[in-house]
Each structure stands twice: as structure tokens, then as C-alpha cells.
């Protein structure tokens, strides 16, 4: 659509450009806020990963010593409900992890071994920390999802949209310059053949 070379259109490209620069600030501190989230979330999910893994390294090596590894399935332990909260964060909702509910099959008690209890007991702690990891891996994904529409709104603020009004400014004003001044042109040349007509009819 043509830009409008008139004092309606100059207004409203600078209510524009003003409402740009309004926005902008926020956008870019929504931005940096997402940021900082995901670097602090993503350093969590690695520390309780590492967690983790150094638990069941323990673990394993704790079922090795009994020499009875075959006495524990991996089913002993299973997961029966993620207890799970709604978050924000920016304005974006995320899940926040708030614990795990297990089931343990039935074992003979008789012929199990004592310490398939207390191996239970590790693999749940295990098991909790791989659930919390997953669940900030969500928040991440959904955070990051958010940053990059952030981030397109700011690159299309800062390169696009202000130079776009500020030019369109720039433009209307120059031409709406352009014609005051030859409309005083126009005015002076008209006055002098008035006045250089009023002397002729005069003489």
C-alpha cells in the first residue's frame, strides 16, 4: 500500500514510532529475562543429572557387592504419578516438579533377599531425580519457544519496524516542507502579478 503524503498519515506513523520505542524496552527485557532463565534452568537439569548418575553408579556397585543382582528387577520399582504444578515465568506457563508417587511389585518375602528394600529405596531417589531433569527439560523447551518469538518481535521492532516509521516520518515531512514552500512561492508570485496588474491599470 502507497504511504500517504499527508498530515493524518504523519501523525500516525509517529504515534507508530512512538508506540515502538514504548514496546521495545519491554520486549528486549522479556528477552533477556528468558535468557537468564533458561542458562539458570539448564545448569539445574545438569546438576541433578549428575545427581543422578553418581546415585546409580552407588547403586549399582551397592547391588554388585551382594552378588545377588539378578534378585532385583527392573520393574521392582515403577512410577505411578507425577505430581506437577503450573509455573510462570515471563508470562509463559511451565510445569514445576513437586515429587513422584511410586508402586513396588510384590516379592515373596521368604526367598528376596533383605536388601531388595533398601535397593528400592536408592532406585526411587534415582528414579526422582531423572523425573525432575525431564521436567525441567520442559521447561526449557517451552521457554526457549517463547525466546525465539521474542527475539523475532525485537528483530522485527528494531529492524524493520522503527527504521520503516522513521523513514515514512521522514518522507511526509520533507514533502509536506516541500509544498509550504512552494505554496509561499506560489503565494509571492501570485501577489507581485496582482500588485504589478493593479500598477498597470493604474497607469
Excluded at 26 to 48: D, H, M, N, P, Y
Excluded at 146 to 160: D, I, S
Aim: glycine letters at 4%.
Amino acid at each position: 500500500m502507497p504511504l500517504k503524503l499527508t498530515k493524518n498519515e504523519l501523525k500516525k506513523q509517529k504515534d507508530n514510532l512512538r508506540m515502538y520505542w514504548r514496546y521495545l524496552p519491554t520486549l528486549q527485557l522479556k528477552k533477556q529475562q528468558l535468557q537468564t532463565e533458561i542458562r539458570g534452568i539448564e545448569s539445574r537439569a545438569r546438576e541433578v543429572r549428575a545427581e543422578r548418575d553418581r546415585l546409580n553408579a552407588e547403586f549399582q556397585e551397592w547391588i554388585a557387592v551382594f552378588g545377588e543382582k539378578a534378585a532385583f528387577a527392573p520393574d521392582t520399582v515403577q512410577v505411578h504419578h507425577i505430581r506437577q504444578e503450573t509455573g510462570n515465568i515471563a508470562g509463559v506457563s511451565i510445569p514445576v516438579f513437586r515429587g513422584a508417587e511410586f508402586v513396588r511389585s510384590r516379592y515373596d518375602l521368604f526367598i528376596t533377599p533383605l536388601w531388595v528394600d533398601t535397593a528400592s529405596d536408592r532406585l526411587e531417589k534415582v528414579l526422582l531425580l531423572d523425573l525432575e531433569a525431564r521436567v525441567l527439560d520442559e521447561q526449557v523447551r517451552l521457554l526457549q519457544m517463547e525466546l525465539r518469538t521474542t527475539t523475532q518481535r525485537v528483530n522485527l521492532f528494531e529492524k524493520v519496524k522503527v527504521p520503516e516509521a522513521h523513514a515514512n516520518v521522514k518522507k511526509i515531512t520533507v514533502y509536506l516542507g516541500d509544498q509550504q514552500v512552494a505554496s509561499v512561492v506560489r503565494g509571492k508570485i501570485s501577489k507581485k502579478n496582482l500588485e504589478r496588474m493593479e500598477e498597470e491599470a493604474a497607469d
